[in-house]
């Protein structure tokens, strides 16, 4: 994927545009009256796709600039503005697709790659005749933003990158190293189908990272922060984010200087609430992307209607929860965003499908074709997925285990879709004895297998909670932002292993 040579004027006039308009409204001035790919374009570019024939088509416009500032040892390592821009044309054959992406704007280059896409069919019933009408779709906004961070000066935001790491540096004396890392971008999307449809988005990000190392000794520890989400300025006001994050992150390395091993073997696991929820991310949601299920390679493969959870697990997946960082108005093939139930009390009910899925399982998109950008085809993945509330207090589930392990935050995992075994490495965790949770622990792993570990979730918290905004889930290349969400969650078996 290169970066767009568009002008800097040009990208003076989509940030005036988002700025003075609605979402809908900017991103067709955008596209219509600065670059000229009005309807005339798009009918002669889904016309070319479909030139041999074709089951469906689409495009995807993309105009984004991406803002960055990272500070390393007291100094701004980086501070850097990209714009990347360009058209993604697809066009699906029963379970194959044709993909090619132009980064020009010009019809010239539009044309050729619409070809390179219509290479893959070779028949099909979809035509552009003259009776074909376009019908410009406003979806429901999940993330209106008066005022972008993207507007925020860029002398504010090294401002707020430097308080934040001198809070986390000043904590303490054994913090001997931070980075900060600030991120905000818009991206202007519009996406054009085969069916008629134009629909068009401005989708705002923002997520800020704080990293810091501690030492003592031979002893190194690290600590992290962070906050994200499609928010503006006015989520910067609500709190002191410098100070929340930097204490934050020094108080989590410095409190890790203190933990003791980890114990080893089978033991009751307490998942505590919103962080906790990547497992749930890796080890469920993963398995139930409609993609490894059609072909069959998933641990949930053919288990529609199947018990494959304890009756306290209901999970979601939902690109409709408000300024969410997995949050989407509708996805990259045009399908409107929702709530999709994919287990109920412990019953597999759906996958998350994208179109062509759906298209095999003989039922409806769900929201869940995604794409990294217009350079990438979409692929069925996760937007928020998270565990529902249960009824159990907390302090009621940490008082119920004689001996067993409270993980609160995790670095990440990995899972095997096949058979849904899993490993975790938990960052920051607890020791729980006698129903109190007593020293903090590192150096060991959760091993286990994701409808395995769900059978034995035996109390399930009242206080739900989605994490802080800051992950990206990786899938055959493509990174999307998603969101991850649990209350506290006991596991009465898992095994816990060294490292």
């Given at each position: ?42 009918r002669k570019l889904l016309s070319e796709a479909l030139r041999s024939g074709g089951d469906f088509a689409d495009l995807h416009f993309e105009y984004s600039t991406r803002n960055s500032v990272v500070m390393e040892d007291g100094i ?182 203190g933990a003791k091993q980890a114990p080893s073997g089978l033991m009751p696991v307490i998942l505590g609430p919103a962080q906790s929820g990547i497992l749930l991310h890796e080890a469920v949601g993963h398995p139930l992307e409609a ?112 001996k067993g392990v409270y993980c609160q935050e995790f670095s990440g995992g990995q899972v095997d879709i096949s058979n849904g075994d899993f490993v975790f490495v938990p960052t920051v965790a607890w020791l729980v004895e006698d129903g ?64």
């Amino acid at each position: 994927m290169g970066t767009s040579k568009i002008s800097l004027e040009t990208e003076n006039i989509a940030r005036r545009l988002t700025k003075a308009l609605s979402g809908d409204e900017a991103v067709k001035q955008l596209f219509e009256a600065e670059m000229g790919i009005d309807q005339s374009v798009v009918r002669k570019l889904l016309s070319e796709a479909l030139r041999s024939g074709g089951d469906f088509a689409d495009l995807h416009f993309e105009y984004s600039t991406r803002n960055s500032v990272v500070m390393e040892d007291g100094i701004i390592k980086n501070s850097a503005v990209a714009v990347v821009s360009g058209v993604g044309i697809r066009v699906v054959q029963d379970d194959q697709t044709g993909y090619a992406y132009s980064e020009d704007f010009d019809l010239k280059p539009m044309m050729h790659a619409a070809r390179t896409a219509a290479s893959i069919a070779s028949s099909g019933d979809v035509s552009l005749d003259d009776a074909f009408r376009f019908n410009e779709l406003v979806p429901k906004d999940y993330y209106p933003v008066l005022e972008t961070v993207t507007e925020m000066d860029l002398v504010q935001k090294i401002e707020m990158v430097q308080r934040t790491e001198a809070v986390a540096r000043d904590y303490d004396q054994r913090i001997n190293r931070v980075t900060v890392a600030m991120m905000d971008a818009i991206n202007l999307t519009q996406v054009v189908t085969s069916e008629g449809q134009i629909m068009r988005d401005t989708r705002p990000m923002f997520r800020m990272n704080v990293h810091c190392l501690s030492q003592e000794g031979d002893n190194i520890q690290n600590g992290t922060s962070g906050i994200g989400g499609r928010v503006g300025l006015d989520y910067l006001k609500k709190a002191d984010y410098p100070l929340i994050l930097g204490e934050q992150a020094a108080s989590e390395a410095i409190l890790l200087l203190g933990a003791k091993q980890a114990p080893s073997g089978l033991m009751p696991v307490i998942l505590g609430p919103a962080q906790s929820g990547i497992l749930l991310h890796e080890a469920v949601g993963h398995p139930l992307e409609a993609d490894f299920n059609r072909k069959g390679t998933s641990a949930y493969s053919g288990r529609i209607g199947e018990k494959v959870a304890s009756d306290l697990c209901t999970i979601y997946d939902a690109g409709t929860i408000p300024h969410e960082r997995g949050a989407i108005n509708f996805d990259d093939e045009g399908v409107p965003s929702s709530e999709n139930l994919l287990i109920e009390n412990g019953v597999l009910r759906s996958y998350m499908h994208d179109r062509i899925s759906a298209r095999h399982f003989k039922t409806n998109p769900t929201g869940n074709g995604r794409r990294e950008s217009y350079a990438h085809y979409p692929l069925p993945r996760m937007t928020s997925t998270y565990l529902a509330k249960g009824n159990s207090d907390p302090e009621e589930i940490v008082g119920s285990i004689k001996k067993g392990v409270y993980c609160q935050e995790f670095s990440g995992g990995q899972v095997d879709i096949s058979n849904g075994d899993f490993v975790f490495v938990p960052t920051v965790a607890w020791l729980v004895e006698d129903g109190k949770k007593t020293v903090p622990i590192k150096n060991f792993t959760l091993i286990g297998n994701g409808p395995d570990s769900m059978s034995k979730v035996s109390m399930v918290g009242n206080d739900f909670a989605m994490s802080e905004g800051i992950w990206t889930c990786g899938k055959e290349g493509q990174n999307v932002p998603v969101g991850v969400g649990l209350p506290t969650v006991l596991v009465s078996e898992m095994t816990v292993g060294g490292m």
